[in-house]
């Protein structure tokens, strides 16, 4: 059976156009894969059509905004993983309008759906006594709960994400003075962070145990399983769920939503309470924008206090005077 122009130019750019051109991440690939495995799916099931059967000329403005609202509305899935899907689908038609410019009308009708509007939910963070809670509570008696120290205390010291912290490999770390982390990012974008003297500590001896500090081991993976493989997002995000588990039972009003991204939030919060510049948190955090690393500093209700307090006291003292006092005003309102 001879493939559709959808099946030739989806092929082109899962394959082809994003690694090879755009250098984007595996996992973003993979991303993009299950937009359109959704997209698929739900053309066979509510419109009829047949992946082998699925054409350019079937992707039309009211089929996506279908798809989109099928997506929110019966996938149960947030506003965001719709504004998710809707940027994958307008990544291919800007890539299809200059592959296939006789598209371009049909291109540019589905870029101009809009991302829906939504509410950011509030930056949660752990304050440093919940920090501190959780941190304690691997057993460093044990060989396994040393790596969790160490594993945990570097997800913390350098904001990683998780992704970030689990594609780590010896080569990447330096533990000598000054002691310093590579991580690559988004975008396959890598930054440098330094790492402080408690991590280090934990890191050496973690990495001694293991014989990691030896030359042959330099494309090793920093953290792995019982397996030898790279520890997956899954597995920390066990291990945090574990942890923090326990230092609930001492500490009872710990929230129960703390996933991998809290550590980086919590950094983030306590980096900016330190009085770190943004910039300064955007380079350790690897935001592309500074505009990203500004949430921060929306969320922090202590520093708004402080700020408002401070304006107030350098504000001149005025008397205002009393309504009350005005007697044409208290006639007026008599009278209504």
């Not at 959704?38 to 066979?44: E, Q, S």
Request: with cysteine.
């Amino acid at each position: 059976m001879k493939p559709t122009d959808f099946a030739i130019r989806l092929t082109n750019f899962l394959g082809e156009y994003l690694s090879a051109q755009k250098n984007v991440s595996p996992n973003t690939i993979k991303a993009y894969r299950d937009t359109f495995t959704l997209l698929l799916r739900y053309c066979r099931d509510h419109w009829a059509v047949s992946p082998e059967n699925l054409t350019l000329d079937t992707l039309n403005v009211p089929l996506v905004i279908s798809f989109l609202n099928y997506v929110e509305n019966e996938g149960n899935c947030s506003t965001r993983t719709r504004n998710h899907r809707l940027s994958v689908l307008h990544a291919f038609f800007r890539y299809l309008q200059t592959e296939d410019p006789c598209r371009i009308a049909q291109c540019q009708q589905i870029l101009a759906i809009p991302l829906k509007r939504y509410i950011r939910p509030t930056v949660h963070y752990l304050t440093t006594d919940e920090l501190a809670e959780i941190l304690d509570k691997p057993n460093l008696a044990t060989i396994w709960g040393r790596r969790d120290a160490a594993l945990l205390s570097l997800l913390y010291d350098t904001g990683a994400r998780v992704q970030e912290l689990v594609d780590l490999s010896i080569r990447d770390i330096r533990l000598n003075p000054p002691a310093q982390i590579c991580l690559t990012g988004k975008g396959r974008k890598s930054r440098v962070v330094p790492l402080m003297s408690g991590t280090v500590n934990l890191l050496v001896q973690y990495m001694s145990e293991h014989r990691l500090d030896c030359s042959e081991c330099i494309d090793s993976p920093l953290f792995f399983n019982r397996r030898g493989e790279h520890l997956s997002r899954f597995g920390v995000r066990y291990l945090l769920k574990k942890y923090t588990t326990d230092a609930r039972k001492t500490k009872p009003g710990l929230s129960k939503n703390i996933s991998p991204h809290t550590m980086r939030h919590s950094k983030a919060m306590h980096l900016l309470q330190a009085g770190n510049p943004a910039t300064v948190i955007q380079s350790i955090l690897g935001h592309a924008d500074v505009r990203s690393t500004d949430i921060y500093a929306r969320a922090d209700m202590k520093m708004k206090r402080h700020a408002l307090q401070k304006a107030a006291e350098m504000a001149p003292s005025v008397k205002l005077p009393s309504w009350r006092d005005n007697k044409g005003l208290m006639e007026w309102l008599s009278s209504l």
